[in-house]
């Protein structure tokens, strides 16, 4: 009960705060000058800092630092800053002391994208597009035949399996989409392919998978297949590599 209490009064101050900066803070003074830009980057991000933003504003004109508060225009700032697909959110706001706040919630990639038409892109769990990443970070690539339209679809879906178990972060290096848009996984680790069918059943099939190397290809030996097929419902179909 205590603890609802105090969620509650934490959320009616800050109700009373953005009141309060909306209706007194732009009429106590227009021609007083900007004292710093205070941007506040969520914590999980690694990709955005400060400066960054710092650098994306001046690129912009929208600066705010040393400019009167009359003349700095919150909602301009926030229309901008949510135009960039690595941010999910931004929130800006004027202090009493002065001082333009930025409040930034970024997106977290976790597949990179290599389309077929060469255009090179991040998604996050929901399957939103980040572009402008200027590396693909340690994250699995996926390529071959794959347009935009598949990011809330067929990306999405193995983005979420393979970001959701630890395992398959791991082993996963690259995810390859051939012409029937049937999914074909190269590990880390094995001198193999995974084929896996569509994305329908995903993470089963995943997890099928998972369960065949710990009772199978840890006592036969990574690298005794060529190939693993699981796009079968429950069944792992092995090929054995050509000795020759």
């Known amino acids: 009960m205590l603890k609802k209490i105090l969620k509650y009064s934490a959320l009616a101050l800050v109700v009373c705060?953005?009141?309060f900066a909306?209706?007194?803070?732009?009429?106590?003074?227009?021609a007083e000058l900007c004292n710093e830009l205070i941007v506040n980057i969520d914590e999980n991000n690694?990709?955005?800092?400060?400066?960054?933003v710092l650098t994306m504003l001046q690129d912009?004109?929208?600066?705010?630092?040393?400019?009167?508060?009359?003349?700095?225009?919150?909602?301009?700032i926030e229309h901008f800053m949510n135009s960039i697909s690595l941010i999910s959110s931004c929130q800006?706001?004027?202090t009493v002391n002065g001082n333009i706040v930025l409040e930034i919630d970024c997106r977290r990639p976790i597949l990179a994208v290599i389309g077929k038409d060469g255009e090179q892109f991040c998604i996050d769990k929901d399957g939103a597009i980040i572009e402008g990443i200027?590396?693909?970070?340690?994250?699995?690539?996926a390529t071959g035949n794959i347009t935009d339209s598949m990011a809330t679809a067929e990306l999405k879906l193995i983005a979420e399996a393979i970001d959701n178990?630890?395992?398959?972060?791991?082993?996963?290096?690259?995810?390859?989409f051939d012409e029937n848009r049937?999914?074909?996984l190269v590990p880390r680790v094995g001198n193999h392919i995974i084929e896996l069918g569509t994305a329908d059943s995903i993470a089963t099939k995943l997890e099928n998978v998972k369960a065949f190397y710990g009772k199978g290809l840890n006592i036969v030996g990574w690298n005794k297949y060529s190939k693993l097929n699981a796009e079968y419902e429950n069944r792992v179909i092995c090929t054995k590599r050509n000795e020759n």
């Open 17 to 19: 705060y953005i009141i």
């Open 22 to 30: 909306l209706l007194i803070i732009p009429g106590k003074d227009d």
């Open 46 to 52: 690694d990709m955005l800092s400060g400066t960054d």
């Open 60 to 76: 912009e004109g929208l600066d705010p630092r040393g400019k009167p508060l009359g003349e700095i225009k919150c909602f301009e």
């Open 92 to 94: 800006t706001y004027k």
């Open 134 to 141: 200027p590396s693909m970070l340690y994250l699995p690539l």
């Open 165 to 176: 178990d630890r395992f398959w972060k791991a082993q996963t290096e690259q995810i390859y």
């Open 182 to 184: 049937n999914i074909i």
